[in-house]
Structures are given as C-alpha cells and as structure tokens.
C-alpha cells in the first residue's frame, strides 16, 4: 500500500521538533507521553543516552521526516544537513534509508522503507493478522516492529543488512507504535469489479483502497475543503486534530503555534497521568509478540471506521502503474446515531492514549527488563 504523509517543512540546520503540521501532531503526542512515563528512570537515561539527546517526541517524526529524502538523494546537499546538529543520528538515519530506498516493486528482496508503517488485513471476514495472507509480508508494520525490539534486545545485530542500529531501532518503534494503533495503518477493504467489499484470499479479481488512500470521504455538514479528504488522511491528521482546539485562520501564524503546543501539552500530561483502560496485555504475551497483538487489537475498531460509513461509485482505477479500487466513502447519519467526527475523535484519543503508555512499557521491556514498569511508575 502506498501511504500518503503530511510533512515538517524541510529540515536543514538540524531537526526543529516544534514546527507545526498536522501529520506529526499524533506522533508528537504519544512520544511525549512516553517520555514523562520514562522520566527519571534508567530506561528514560538509557533512551536519551541511545538518541544522542533527543527526545522520543522528537524522534516519533524521523521516520516520516526521512520520507522527504526519496526525491532528492541522500546525497544532495540539504538533505546532509538534516539533523546535523545530531551527525551520529544523521549517519545512522542515512545509511538506513540507504539500505531501505524507495521502490515500488513490491517483489524486491530489498525492502523500502515505506512498507515498514502499514499492513493491510483484509477487512472482510473477521481476520486476524495470522488468519491469511494478503496485505502481510516480511517488511510489514509487524514483522519490522519485532525485528527493532529484537534489536533493542540484542537478539538480534546491529549489523544487519536493514542497517537497523540500537537508535535507529528507538527511532522506528517510537514511530511505529503510533501508527499501529492507528486503524487504516492495520486493515484494508478490497472491491470486487462491481465494487462489493471481498476478501481477496477467497475471491480473483480484487482491488486494495491502499488502506483508504483511494476513497475520498465525504462528511456530513462538511466545511469547504480547497482538496478532497482522503479517508486515510482524515484519520492519520482530522481525527487528531479533533481532540485539540481550533484556532481561526485570521490569528497570526506564530500566536496560533504558541497557542497550539500549548494546547498539545495539556493534553500530553493529562494522558500521561491518567492510566489507559485495558491498555496492558497479559503477562504471558511475550514482548516481541506485541505488535502482533495490537494489530488483532485495532482491527475492529478499522472495520467499524469502514462500517459506519457507506461506499459510493468504487470501481477498479488505474493509479500509477496500478490497478485499485477508488470511489467514494460517505456519512448518511440517521437518527440518534453519533457524527462520524465524534466517534472518530473519540476513539483516537483513547488510542494515542493507550500508545503512548505501551511506547514507554514497551521500551522499558526491550531495554531494561529488570526495572519496575514506568507506566506504574509513581507520578
């Protein structure tokens, strides 16, 4: 699945954490929860001391950031001045784009590094991720989340052809956590010609919505957009942004910013205060298999973001030397129903919540198994 990205404006004397867009904002959120989870604790000291100073807030942008480099190279001359402030980070993060380039031949034995954010569960059929197939692979979200904790573990090398060091593997995780519990980052409809929902490993001649980037959605009482929403991008930034004030477009840029991280940050220390329900798995689970089950977790909730709107004039389109399934999903609220805008906030909260507390547990495990939990951690 190709996943469309908003991004920071282009870095070049070093990375700028508090430059505004509305991709990073969730991102953002759950990497300064886990960084007031990890607060003076060893697994906290062992993290700055693994990013060269950075914080996980910070670092929760880097892999998308790295998506600014496909066009111009790593050897163009802005892009070896990102993170120059940080030069072991910045090697780091070249040589791993390097061996992770950008590529669309999804049968090539080198990955790119854009595959490692998503899997694509077919939606159809109640699946689990280990149920079939289709939309899974060896670079998936969750097959490339146990390689960095195995990494961070030392079970695995550092020096391995991904070139997926210790702070590279902290960069990833920091990043992927998010998008995991995201629920069009885990789960995919597919359309039959006719434009039915199917599964595709029962039924030929399917088409992916690559993960709702081909549907645009459309909202009741919608404002104007100047662009189509795209479905993927309402819940990667809107949803988000839901759960924060809006400021009119008529207040000065840098009042606005002020406003908004001000904003960000009161939502961070409330999460980070407040224990998220259900947000632990059972002890039994080991921490390598947690991606697996945040996947089977998050799958329902992508399902019921598909339910409760309807699909509208999907059909097969060519789009880039690809075939896929474009068309239309639709809110037609009924009575006493919830606006799709409230239910989608709602359940982005509670999963940026739940994330950034899991970052921190899941860090603590991988780095530090022997210390006491940082998200029980007294405040």
């Given at each position: 699945?190709?996943k469309l ?11 700028v954490p508090?430059?505004?867009?509305y991709?990073?904002d ?7 929860i886990?960084d007031?989870k990890?607060?003076?604790?060893p697994?906290?000291a062992?993290?700055s001391q693994?990013l060269?100073g950075?914080t996980l807030?910070?670092?929760?942008l880097?892999a998308?950031?790295?998506k ?6 790593i050897d163009?001359?802005?892009v070896?001045r990102?993170f120059s402030s940080h030069?072991k980070i910045?090697e780091?993060l070249?040589a791993f784009?390097?061996a992770n380039p950008?590529?669309?031949?999804e049968k090539?034995a080198?990955?790119s590094?854009h595959?490692?954010?998503y ?13 079939g197939?289709?939309g899974?692979g060896?670079?998936d ?10 990494v961070?573990?030392g079970?695995k ?7 997926i ?8 995780l920091?990043?992927?956590v998010g998008?995991?519990?995201?629920p ?5 409809q597919?359309?039959d ?6 599964n595709p ?7 992916p919505?690559e993960?709702?980037n081909?549907?645009?959605l459309k ?8 662009r189509d929403?795209?479905f993927?991008?309402y819940?990667?930034a809107?949803?988000v ?5 809006q400021?009119?477009d008529?207040m000065?840029k840098?009042e606005?910013?002020m406003?908004m991280?001000?904003?960000e940050k009161?939502l ?5 205060k407040?224990?998220?329900k259900n947000?632990?798995l ?7 298999d947690?991606?697996?089950a ?7 909730l992508?399902r ?5 709107l309807?699909?509208?004039d999907?059909k097969p ?21 919830i606006?799709y805008r409230k ?15 899991r970052?921190?547990d899941?860090?603590q495990?991988a ?5 006491p939990?940082?998200?029980?951690a007294?405040?």
């Amino acid at each position: 699945m190709k996943k469309l990205f908003l991004f920071p404006p282009l870095l070049l004397l070093g990375f700028v954490p508090g430059t505004q867009a509305y991709g990073p904002d969730g991102h953002k959120i759950i990497g300064a929860i886990a960084d007031q989870k990890l607060a003076n604790t060893p697994t906290g000291a062992r993290v700055s001391q693994l990013l060269d100073g950075y914080t996980l807030e910070e670092a929760a942008l880097m892999a998308d950031t790295i998506k600014q480099w496909d066009k111009p190279g790593i050897d163009d001359p802005k892009v070896q001045r990102y993170f120059s402030s940080h030069p072991k980070i910045a090697e780091q993060l070249r040589a791993f784009w390097q061996a992770n380039p950008p590529r669309s031949d999804e049968k090539s034995a080198v990955p790119s590094h854009h595959w490692f954010h998503y899997t694509d569960v077919p939606l159809v059929d109640d699946e689990k991720y280990a149920d079939g197939k289709t939309g899974r692979g060896q670079w998936d979200i969750v097959h490339m989340m146990r390689y960095c904790i195995e990494v961070l573990q030392g079970k695995k090398p550092e020096e391995n052809a991904r070139k997926i060091t210790k702070p590279i593997a902290l960069i990833l995780l920091a990043h992927f956590v998010g998008d995991i519990h995201q629920p069009l980052h885990v789960g995919a409809q597919y359309f039959d010609a006719k434009g039915n929902p199917a599964n595709p490993d029962r039924v030929s001649g399917i088409f992916p919505d690559e993960g709702g980037n081909s549907l645009q959605l459309k909202l009741a009482n919608a404002a104007p957009r100047k662009r189509d929403l795209k479905f993927h991008g309402y819940w990667d930034a809107d949803a988000v942004l839901a759960n924060l004030p809006q400021f009119p477009d008529t207040m000065p840029k840098e009042e606005r910013q002020m406003k908004m991280d001000a904003a960000e940050k009161a939502l961070t220390t409330d999460l980070a205060k407040e224990e998220p329900k259900n947000w632990q798995l059972p002890p039994s689970v080991p921490v390598a298999d947690y991606p697996e089950a945040w996947a089977n977790e998050i799958l329902p909730l992508a399902r019921e973001a598909h339910a409760r709107l309807h699909y509208r004039d999907v059909k097969p389109t060519l789009d880039q030397e690809k075939m896929v399934a474009a068309g239309e999903i639709v809110e037609q609220p009924g009575p006493g129903t919830i606006p799709y805008r409230k239910w989608s906030a709602g359940v982005v909260r509670e999963e940026l919540h739940k994330a950034g507390w899991r970052l921190a547990d899941l860090l603590q495990r991988a780095l530090d198994p022997g210390s006491p939990t940082p998200a029980k951690a007294a405040p």
